[in-house]
């Protein structure tokens, strides 16, 4: 997906029409016989409109008004009682969503294949990855995306099977109902390559038992 700089005076409209308009076509096809486009588009509208009043850095723009409006979209779909999942959901959340949430949601998008839609944020979320952790993750062959730091909201957490606490219980979105599950794992940031490498392999340990669990 093209990435938008920052946005000038003359041409901001005409940008956010045609990111709204190529984000409605992409997710329109998900809900077809559950939302109207009309209505799909009016929440990746407002969505976008959101995002971009209190962006510092407008590059993951397209990606988290995705992100947000398809949350928004499962939830009202949802309410209607359709299915807008075919797979289960897991979120991993920690506290600046650098190298534990992203690791985890990683090696998970990788084992599961398409089975697990996967996320990860962070309550305090940098913007930025760990390079000992994206070093760690390619000696597996396991390539680490860009991070896309949004904040969990209710939306996320809500729509979640699984939430995977992963050092920041203490400041998760508490949302009854939830299925919450908190691992104990030291942050990466500062350690030594080796550390985080141990790190990588109980965190692969997890997620396959995670994914066992989820698929079975």
């Known amino acids: 997906m093209r990435a938008i700089d920052t946005p000038d005076p003359g041409g901001a409209d005409h940008l956010m029409d045609d990111v709204v308009l190529r984000l409605t076509d992409d997710l329109a096809g998900l809900h077809r016989g559950v939302l109207t486009r009309d209505e799909v588009e009016d929440v990746v509208r407002s969505s976008y409109e959101e995002l971009i009043r209190k962006a510092r850095v407008t590059a993951f723009l397209p990606v988290l008004a995705r992100h947000r409006a398809e949350d928004r979209l499962v939830d009202l779909a949802r309410q209607r009682n359709e299915s807008a999942h075919p797979v289960p959901k897991v979120v991993f959340v920690c506290r600046h969503n650098e190298g534990r949430s ?8 990788h084992h599961a294949q398409g089975r ?3 996320r ?3 309550t305090e979320p940098t913007g930025r990855l760990n390079p000992v952790a994206v070093q760690a993750l390619a000696e597996l062959g396991v390539p680490l995306a860009e991070p896309y730091p949004e904040p969990p909201s209710d939306a996320l957490i809500r729509q979640a099977d699984v939430v995977v606490n992963i050092g920041a219980a203490d400041a ?3 949302v009854p109902g939830a299925r919450y599950v908190d691992w104990d794992l030291p942050d ?3 350690r030594p390559l080796e550390e ?3 790190l990588r392999d109980e965190l692969d340990r997890r997620i396959r038992s995670l994914l066992d669990d ?3």
């Open 172 to 174: 998760r979105p508490d």
């Open 188 to 190: 990466p940031a500062g």
């Open 214 to 216: 989820l698929t079975a």
């Open 120 to 122: 990860s944020t962070g």
């Open 196 to 198: 985080v490498r141990e």
């Open 102 to 109: 992203q690791l985890a949601a990683a090696l998970l998008d």
């Open 116 to 118: 697990v839609d996967v």
